[in-house]
């Protein structure tokens, strides 16, 4: 990108409010903080939540992979694991492959735990998207998937 524009800080007209990492920063961070307070209201943490959503997806998964996907640290992700065990929410087990390697699976509370949550959290994301066109949010996706690559590039080369 060779022309400055208003949200490039190094363009003399830039102003933080314009500036696309900002603005994702400041609606993550809402969006986090209404999702803790919706889901406190039903006892789960949103670490907890973050890693039932993986588990939807795709069961058993080791720890290693849930961090990857979760982006969140490993070890961050045991502990939160080791929780989740506690309360029933999910179960682990050696991989059949690599002993070494702990699965993990939802157990049968803890669907039925993801399976409540998820209306709670279809409301937050109403509100988040209220009034934005399904294109727009098509555009969107495609956008910070690209921003995305661009990074991962960046990281590699």
Do not use: C, W
Not at 21 to 31: E, G, K, S, T, V
Not at 36 to 48: R, T
Not at 71 to 85: A, C, F, G, Q, Y
Request: hydrophobic share 40%.
């Amino acid at each position: 990108m060779s022309k400055r524009t208003v949200y490039d800080p190094t363009d003399p007209a830039f102003r933080l409010e314009n500036s696309p990492f900002y603005l994702i920063a400041h609606a993550d961070f809402r969006y986090h903080q209404q999702m803790d307070e919706a889901l406190q209201h039903h006892g789960v943490s949103k670490p907890i939540y973050r890693i039932m959503t993986v588990l939807r997806e795709r069961q058993p998964v080791s720890i290693g992979t849930l961090a990857d996907v979760a982006l969140t640290k490993r070890s961050t992700v045991s502990r939160i694991v080791d929780r989740m065990v506690d309360q029933g929410l999910a179960a682990t087990a050696p991989n059949d492959a690599d002993s070494r390697i702990t699965d993990v699976t939802l157990t049968d509370a803890g669907q039925r735990t993801l399976d409540k949550l998820t209306p709670v959290v279809g409301e937050q994301l109403d509100r988040a998207f209220a009034g934005i066109a399904e294109a727009d949010m098509t555009a969107l996706l495609s956008t910070l998937r690209r921003i995305s690559s661009n990074l991962a590039k960046a990281d590699r080369g």
